[in-house]
């Protein structure tokens, strides 16, 4: 099952030509795109399958969200209607061309459509397949939400987890479906809104999922305290900081190509959240 896009195949075979011909695309133009196992033509990204159940749900999900200011990587059908041919699906992202590679992110406006993307999934049922989900993200998850324990590397992060672990408290906000590294999936296009690429779902607080992408912001792109307390009005804001921060340290101890973020930005978002809890 894919635990994340971070956890791709380093260099992912080549679609066969009949699936590009299925989807559209033409086998002479393909390139590997970013990540490493996906490969793209023109606008159109073919990824391969792991889990059926999940992709299938995503492309359903996909299909018919509408968020307002915020596009979405819409799944392209085959020829004969089907979504997934031969192990691979395709969406349509980004075009293939100079003029339509992402500008840089604007934090405040990626924290924004994690509120409105969230507001979107208000109300769509757990799926099942995230019952089943293993791996090392869905360990961290149950580690920073206190369901699960397991001895974490300290040189790897696993120190400050424990360290900062003993601030936290009951919470009290629903779960629903929720976007597990919106940071990572939103591309910007010059004179365009946030483009979101992939998606990565959870069960867990809609604020939760929008404090990650602050936790990422400061770990991964040097965003400072104003983006922490620009949002403070969520509600348990500080409890669903600290569990993102929970989250991206228990990943980095368990296995740190997993979540490739620098250990000292995840220590210098942990040394800021541990201020407000």
Known sequence: MRDTPSQQVPSAPRPPDHVCAAFGVDAEALRP??????????????????????????????????????????????????????????????????????????????????????????????????????????????????????ELDETAGGRWFEILAASLRPVTLPDQVVHGDLYRSVRWVAGKGPLVVDFVPFYRPA???????????????????????????????SQMLLRAVLYRLASHAIEPAADPAPLDGLRRAGALVSELV
Do not use: M, N
């Open 207 to 237: 604020e939760w999922a929008t404090a990650l992408v602050v936790v990422d912001a400061v770990a991964r792109g040097g965003a400072g305290t104003g983006l922490i307390h620009s949002w403070s009005h969520l509600p348990e804001w």
């Open 33 to 150: 795109a970013a990540g490493g196992a996906e490969w793209q033509a023109g606008s159109i990204v073919l990824r391969p399958v792991s889990d059926k159940a999940e992709t299938a749900w995503l492309a359903r999900t996909v299909r018919t969200l509408d968020v307002p200011g915020v596009s979405l990587a819409r799944p392209v059908r085959a020829t004969d209607g089907r979504q997934i041919i031969g192990g691979w699906i395709a969406y349509r992202g980004l075009d293939d061309d100079p003029a339509a590679q992402p500008s840089p992110p604007r934090f405040h406006d990626l924290v924004l459509a994690s509120v409105k993307l969230h507001q979107a999934l208000a109300g769509i049922p757990c799926p099942e397949f995230l019952q089943r989900r293993y791996g090392t993200l869905a360990t961290a998850d149950r580690l920073a939400w206190g369901e699960a324990e397991i």
